[in-house]
């Protein structure tokens, strides 16, 4: 079957640096999504990786490495309204968007 | 970036009656749309995908008579709840994307939040 499997929650401390780990194993694969998604809204696009290496935009980064089934997201200088949960998701042969559950990420001051 | 925009984004109605939500994108043509039904502090859950011009395609375990899905135009994609229940209140969530294509992004919504009573 399909999966995608993303911590639960984090905790992460304003100004650090946080790393959200997603792993996949999906039907074919064309392409990864991390979107950002703030309680009681829609999600909001944050980066789309296809191929292996680091995509850096801003304070937000992405990683993938295909042969790993695996991506990260990394955010930098966090601030307070970084709270909110992360959704990792693949696109499959079929260009389906398969989700992770998301991560919870808690930032404390 | 391209914009998807979402009606009603909150809806209240009583148990029994039906409620329309609609998915409009505003500067591309959607081939494709998707619908979302998300509870709280859970992922989105795929409903249907539907293509411009053809029937809906329904996840297992969707009511495709409840959940009725129109997609006549490339930018403009309904979903109707029909004879509403209380169990049916939810977060609901459309997307767009233009086909399926590589590096093809799926844009969101704005989510209508229904509530049942």
């Known amino acids: 079957g399909q999966n995608i499997d993303q911590p639960t929650e984090m905790t992460a401390t304003e100004g650090a640096i946080v790393q959200i780990n997603c792993t996949y194993q999906?039907?074919?694969?064309?392409?990864l999504f991390w979107y950002q998604q703030h309680a009681g809204e829609a999600p909001t696009f944050l980066s789309y990786?296809?191929l292996d290496g680091l995509e850096e935009k801003g304070r937000f980064s992405s990683f993938l490495s295909r042969s790993k089934g695996y991506s990260y997201l990394l955010l930098k200088e966090l601030q307070m309204k970084d709270s909110a949960s992360y959704l990792c998701?693949?696109?499959?042969?079929?260009?389906?968007?398969?989700w992770g559950a998301g991560t919870k990420l808690i930032i404390k001051p | 970036g391209a914009v998807v925009s979402q009606h009603p984004s909150r809806v209240i109605c009583k148990s029994g009656t039906s409620v329309k939500i609609e998915c409009r994108s505003l500067?591309?043509?959607?081939?494709?749309m998707f619908w979302y039904r998300q509870f709280p502090k859970q992922s989105l859950m795929l409903m249907a995908t539907?293509?411009?011009?053809?029937?809906?395609?329904?996840e297992q375990g969707v009511e495709k008579d409840k959940f009725l899905i129109n997609h006549a135009s490339l930018t403009l994609s309904t979903l109707t709840v029909t004879s509403a229940h209380p169990e049916d209140s939810s977060f609901y969530i459309c997307?767009?994307?233009?086909?399926?294509?590589?590096?093809?992004?799926?844009?969101f919504g704005q989510g209508t939040r229904l509530t049942v009573v």
């Open positions: 997307s767009a994307s233009s086909g399926g294509e590589v590096n093809t992004e799926a844009f």
């Open positions: 500067d591309f043509q959607a081939t494709t």
């Open positions: 539907s293509n411009e011009g053809s029937k809906a395609t329904y």
């Open positions: 999906t039907s074919g694969f064309n392409g």
């Open positions: 990786n296809v």
């Open positions: 998701a693949v696109q499959d042969s079929n260009y389906q968007l398969i």
